[in-house]
């Protein structure tokens, strides 16, 4: 019988997302792919240093050690088959549990992405991350790690995921009417409405599939945690909560920060990585913790 991915949280990773291939990629950007494909085959045995999805890919592995896998990985690029070498080199070193790819030779991921019933997709490719969100897929831009060191043997013993709430888990309507009429519409908005549940955003279902994860741990043995940071406060923080509860999702910690800074909270908690819609909180959280940016769906 065909192994199914239908009951599994599948998470694709480009290998720049995976690995710090920014040197490679500028290469690329300057000298055309000819170039970049013979400094990949020359270097084909010379192990790449983390990227930033890789603390979340090696913490995500996590999940499969109780035996059952909950959890698969695929690698998801544009590089062709003969330049891919050096990628998976790179993860037998270090000992990433990954053993599938889809490597498209330039051309567009996104129709692959349902075939393997993908969960989240991470890529350091605008492009790419924005056809996967018009697809329906839960995707992010890594941003650049900038002075964030990774450690690709630091211990990690539980996952954890923080989340934006307004144009990530949630849809951006409330979002549209802080930025079209300002705060103080957009309170009494969320006041009014506070027990209409909120629409889904792009990662509420991935929210979902996580949740329902937990539940199959008990809660002092718990692998995985997440973190909703959201610069809602009060009276906007009813909706939010009361939208969770009606999904039947759990978030584990969640910061009303009313526009304080999110990135101390982030280093705080622990972050492996952290989704938001907007580059003014994840351009400073890149530089503390791994972090992406969701774009906008567009039509």
Same mark, same amino acid.
């Given at each position: 019988?065909?192994?199914?991915?239908?009951?599994?949280?599948?998470?694709?990773?480009?290998?720049?997302?995976?690995?710090?291939?920014?040197?490679?990629?500028?290469?690329?950007?300057?000298?055309?792919?000819?170039?970049?494909?013979?400094?990949?085959?020359?270097?084909?045995?010379?192990?790449?240093?983390?990227?930033?999805?890789?603390?979340?890919?090696?913490?995500?592995?996590?999940?499969?050690?109780?035996?059952?896998?909950?959890?698969?990985?695929?690698?998801?690029?544009?590089?062709?088959?003969?330049?891919?070498?050096?990628?998976?080199?790179?993860?037998?070193?270090?000992?990433?549990?990954?053993?599938?790819?889809?490597?498209?030779?330039?051309?567009?991921?996104?129709?692959?992405?349902?075939?393997?019933?993908?969960?989240?997709?991470?890529?350091?490719?605008?492009?790419?991350?924005?056809? *996967?969100? %018009? &697809?329906?897929?839960?995707?992010?831009? !890594?941003?650049?790690?900038?002075?964030?060191?990774?450690?690709? /043997? #630091? $211990?990690?013993?539980?996952?954890?995921?923080?989340?934006?709430?307004?144009?990530?888990?949630?849809?951006?309507?409330?979002?549209?009417?802080?930025?079209?009429?300002?705060?103080?519409?957009?309170?009494?908005?969320?006041?009014?409405?506070?027990?209409?549940?909120?629409?889904?955003?792009?990662?509420?279902?991935?929210?979902?599939?996580?949740?329902?994860?937990?539940?199959?741990?008990?809660?002092?043995?718990?692998?995985?945690?997440?973190?909703?940071?959201? *610069?809602? %406060? &009060?009276?906007?923080?009813?909706?939010? !909560?009361?939208?969770?509860?009606?999904?039947?999702?759990?978030? /584990? #910690? $969640?910061?009303?920060?009313?526009?304080?800074?999110?990135?101390?909270?982030?280093?705080?908690?622990?972050?492996?990585?952290?989704?938001?819609?907007?580059?003014?909180?994840?351009?400073?959280?890149?530089?503390?913790?791994?972090?992406?940016?969701?774009?906008?769906?567009?039509?």
């Amino acid at each position: 019988m065909a192994m199914t991915l239908d009951d599994k949280l599948v998470v694709g990773i480009s290998s720049r997302a995976l690995f710090d291939l920014e040197y490679e990629n500028t290469i690329y950007e300057e000298q055309g792919l000819q170039a970049y494909l013979e400094y990949q085959r020359e270097h084909e045995q010379d192990i790449l240093k983390p990227g930033t999805a890789f603390p979340l890919a090696r913490a995500l592995h996590k999940l499969n050690d109780s035996g059952e896998q909950l959890v698969e990985i695929i690698i998801m690029s544009k590089n062709s088959a003969d330049t891919s070498l050096r990628i998976f080199n790179s993860i037998e070193h270090y000992g990433l549990d990954i053993s599938r790819a889809a490597l498209v030779g330039g051309n567009k991921i996104a129709p692959y992405l349902s075939a393997f019933r993908t969960g989240l997709f991470l890529s350091a490719n605008e492009q790419d991350v924005q056809e *996967a969100i %018009n &697809a329906g897929v839960a995707a992010g831009l !890594i941003c650049a790690p900038h002075d964030l060191e990774i450690q690709p /043997d #630091e $211990a990690i013993d539980q996952i954890r995921i923080a989340f934006d709430g307004d144009a990530v888990i949630f849809s951006d309507e409330s979002e549209k009417v802080f930025k079209s009429q300002g705060l103080h519409a957009f309170e009494e908005h969320e006041r009014l409405n506070a027990r209409k549940p909120l629409p889904e955003g792009p990662f509420a279902k991935l929210l979902a599939t996580i949740s329902k994860v937990q539940r199959q741990f008990p809660t002092d043995n718990m692998p995985i945690r997440t973190a909703l940071v959201t *610069a809602r %406060n &009060a009276p906007a923080h009813e909706r939010v !909560i009361r939208t969770l509860m009606a999904w039947g999702v759990r978030i /584990d #910690e $969640a910061f009303f920060l009313g526009g304080v800074q999110k990135s101390d909270f982030l280093k705080a908690f622990g972050a492996h990585i952290f989704f938001d819609d907007q580059a003014v909180h994840t351009d400073p959280a890149s530089r503390l913790v791994p972090a992406a940016r969701v774009p906008y769906k567009t039509e």
